[in-house]
């Protein structure tokens, strides 16, 4: 393993002094280091290709190169600014990418992390980004040669990082950590108790699922039938939408904070298309939670005057736990489209499980027979 501050000083050491990327949980220790940095040095961007344009901006203004970190299943979301702007036969930026490789061949993995871990360094090549693998100190010497690379030649370049690479004695603090807040499971058990039984739910990626999931099987819960987004992060929101134009069952969105504000436009298409039975709960946490809980600023956007300047509805808030059945009820009945914003503690349920091997496919199965 490597400390996590001696590739922060080897980028340094290759004049790399700006950072920009999406949290990934085999990076999160890296991002602990990022953290301590001046705030014109490191921004959080709320997607990957936003990162990249980033990247780009800092080169345009600078002649420096750029560092993006990112977990390769944002990769895709990359792909626009890397090929149709960056890429040498356009503009040719230079920049260097950290990817966080999940689904490695070489690491026991979910099933959606494997898929794309099979082709990340397929995806590399095809659109012509050289790169490398750092498993060890000895692989910095690789970093130093790419990073020289990409400035000689004007080329993106990437370095692959493995599950449990770095560690790291930092720590995050997130700062809207209250006691009086709720936790997740609170909101997931009182929304399983007052929904209906044809109710659907579609829940974001990360600890939103497996809590639903976990939450459900521990009480037996028979009520709602469940969609786990167990990947593709921001698109909750237009899943939910495409399953509720053609149903006329309640369905609802279960959703988080850096999950919005990753693809923010699509709460303008729910508001302009979805029918009464739509229905939208933000988890805000202030954090992505899920892979290592760096913060996403979320705190300081008003969702009421954002969600209704984007036509739904109705806007309902919980911030405490006295509050929370009676607006959960109200926030139900409601005709939509319907937004409600949670106000939740940084915490998650220990142990939490993941579908099994080949549960995948029941899960769909399941949710489409009862839809």
């Known amino acids: 393993m490597i400390l996590a501050k001696e590739l922060l000083k080897n980028l340094k050491k290759n004049k790399i002094y700006f950072y920009t990327g999406v949290p990934d949980s085999i990076l999160k220790n890296l991002s602990k280091e990022f953290d301590g940095l001046n705030k014109n040095k490191h921004i959080i961007a709320p997607n990957e290709g936003s990162a990249v344009s980033i990247a780009m901006g800092y080169y345009l203004s600078t002649k420096k190169i750029g560092c993006v970190y990112l977990q390769n299943s944002g990769l895709g979301n990359a792909m626009n600014p890397l090929i149709s702007i960056a890429h040498n036969k356009i503009y040719s930026i230079p920049m260097l990418l950290l990817i966080g490789w999940r689904g490695s061949p070489r690491v026991q993995d979910e099933p959606q992390h494997k898929v794309k871990g099979a082709i990340t360094k397929d995806l590399l090549k095809l659109i012509n980004i050289k790169y490398c693998s750092l498993r060890n100190k000895k692989d910095f010497k690789k970093i130093d040669k790419i990073v020289q690379f990409s400035l000689k030649k004007r080329k993106p370049v990437a370095c692959l990082i493995e599950k449990n690479t770095f560690f790291s004695s930092c720590n995050i603090k997130n700062k809207i950590s209250n006691e009086r807040l709720l936790k997740r499971e609170e909101v997931i058990n009182n929304l399983l108790q007052n929904i ?28 709602g039938n469940d969609f786990y987004m167990v990947g593709g992060m921001g698109h909750s929101t237009m899943v939910t939408l495409g399953t509720s134009l053609f149903t006329n069952n309640q369905t609802i969105c279960l959703d988080g904070d850096g999950s919005v504000l990753m693809h923010l436009g699509s709460l303008n298409t729910a508001g302009l298309h979805a029918k009464k039975n739509f229905k939208h709960i933000l988890l805000n946490n ?86």
């Open 196 to 223: 209906k039984n044809n109710t659907n739910i579609i829940s974001t990626t990360g600890f939103t699922s497996r809590e639903l999931m976990q939450i459900r099987q521990i009480n037996k819960y028979s009520k």
């Open 286 to 371: 202030n954090s992505h939670e899920s892979v290592g809980g760096q913060i996403t600023n979320a705190k300081t956007i008003d969702f009421e005057k954002l969600t209704k300047s984007l036509n739904y509805k109705k806007f309902f808030i919980v911030k405490n736990k006295k509050e929370l059945n009676k607006k959960m009820k109200n926030f139900i009945k409601s005709n939509g489209p319907s937004f409600l914003e949670v106000k939740i503690k940084n915490s998650s349920m220990s142990n939490l499980i993941r579908p099994k091997p080949g549960g995948l496919k029941k899960i769909i199965k399941n949710f489409m027979r009862k839809v």
